[in-house]
């Protein structure tokens, strides 16, 4: 970047040949494009290198390993995080620019967040709690480092976190099968990683999902979103439902003396 900080973005991907050239689009003007793919086979590899990422390579090792795997290849100290089926929008790449650009009043944020707007079953939504989606995804390697968690990975950051102008856009599901087969696959992980951390209550598995269904249709203004609203509401319900029934199953499945040593 002329007269600023270089930035080397990274994306993690296993076949995302029909929408990674849009995110590799909006990332043209960084300084080192990395991009980390666990095996496809859908040509996303090819694609990749054809719009000038460095390709590399890595077995699947999990959402947070596999991005700090990236991380390892950059060669700039700022890098910029995007997901395989995100956009740079400009209002962020100007804000980002700029931000990078200008001197710093004081000491310098470690980290940036933005807010996330996700396009879902054909057009960007604003309520059902998911605008604005704000996550940290602009940092100072050396003052941030992924938490390690299987899902909703996120960073663990060192020092203060800015804020950046401009929308990351999300596109986050192909369609509504999409969206439910990654229910599962999240719910699986979330079972997975809570299952030696909390027991679960059967009457949390009928009240927490419906919790979830009021505060996105009621309480985050859901019904104004039309139709889309209430398939949120209803998503969000039966995420939050699937997760306490794994975590349930996966409990019980443990032996009699595991059981005992939880509850004692």
Same mark, same amino acid.
């Given at each position: 970047?002329?007269?600023?900080?270089?930035?080397?973005?990274?994306?993690?991907?296993?076949?995302?040949?029909?929408?990674?050239?849009?995110?590799?689009?909006?990332?043209?003007?960084?300084?080192?494009?990395?991009?980390?793919?666990?095996?496809?086979?859908?040509?996303?590899?090819?694609?990749?290198?054809?719009?000038?990422?460095?390709?590399?390579?890595?077995?699947?090792?999990?959402?947070?390993?596999?991005?700090?795997?990236?991380?390892?290849?950059?060669?700039?100290?700022?890098?910029?995080?995007?997901?395989?089926?995100?956009?740079?929008?400009?209002? &962020?790449?100007?804000?980002? %620019?700029?931000?990078?650009? =200008?001197? !710093?009043?004081? /000491?310098?944020?470690?980290?940036? #967040?933005?807010?996330?707007?996700?396009?879902?079953?054909?057009?960007?939504?604003?309520?059902?709690?998911?605008?604005?989606?704000?996550?940290?995804?602009?940092?100072?390697?050396?003052?941030?480092?992924?938490?390690?968690?299987?899902?909703?990975?996120?960073?663990?950051?060192?020092?203060?976190?800015?804020?950046?102008?401009?929308?990351?856009?999300?596109?986050?599901?192909?369609?509504?099968?999409?969206?439910?087969?990654?229910?599962?696959?999240?719910?699986? &992980?979330?079972?997975?990683? %809570?299952?030696?951390?909390? =027991?679960? !209550?059967?009457? /949390?598995?009928?009240?927490?999902? #419906?919790?979830?269904?009021?505060?996105?249709?009621?309480?985050?203004?859901?019904?104004?979103?039309?139709?889309?609203?209430?398939?949120?509401?209803?998503?969000?319900?039966?995420?939050?439902?699937?997760?306490?029934?794994?975590?349930?199953?996966?409990?019980?499945?443990?032996?009699?003396?595991?059981?005992?040593?939880?509850?004692?």
């Amino acid at each position: 970047m002329k007269n600023g900080y270089p930035i080397s973005a990274i994306i993690i991907a296993l076949n995302e040949a029909d929408r990674i050239p849009r995110a590799l689009a909006s990332l043209s003007w960084v300084d080192q494009v990395v991009v980390v793919d666990a095996g496809s086979r859908d040509g996303t590899p090819e694609l990749a290198a054809q719009a000038g990422a460095e390709v590399v390579h890595h077995d699947w090792e999990g959402y947070s390993k596999q991005k700090a795997f990236a991380v390892g290849l950059t060669r700039h100290q700022w890098v910029l995080w995007v997901d395989a089926d995100e956009e740079v929008s400009p209002e &962020l790449r100007r804000s980002i %620019e700029e931000t990078l650009m =200008r001197p !710093a009043l004081g /000491e310098r944020p470690s980290a940036y #967040a933005m807010n996330r707007r996700t396009w879902y079953l054909g057009r960007f939504l604003r309520f059902g709690g998911w605008y604005p989606d704000r996550k940290v995804r602009l940092f100072n390697k050396a003052r941030a480092a992924f938490d390690g968690s299987l899902i909703h990975e996120g960073l663990h950051v060192d020092g203060p976190v800015g804020f950046l102008r401009g929308d990351l856009l999300h596109y986050s599901y192909r369609n509504l099968d999409h969206h439910i087969r990654k229910t599962h696959e999240m719910a699986s &992980l979330w079972a997975e990683q %809570e299952k030696d951390r909390r =027991r679960v !209550a059967m009457l /949390e598995m009928a009240i927490h999902p #419906a919790a979830k269904a009021i505060k996105s249709y009621v309480l985050r203004v859901g019904f104004l979103e039309g139709w889309r609203g209430l398939v949120v509401a209803g998503m969000a319900s039966y995420a939050v439902w699937l997760k306490y029934a794994l975590l349930r199953e996966a409990q019980l499945r443990k032996s009699p003396k595991e059981r005992r040593n939880d509850a004692g």
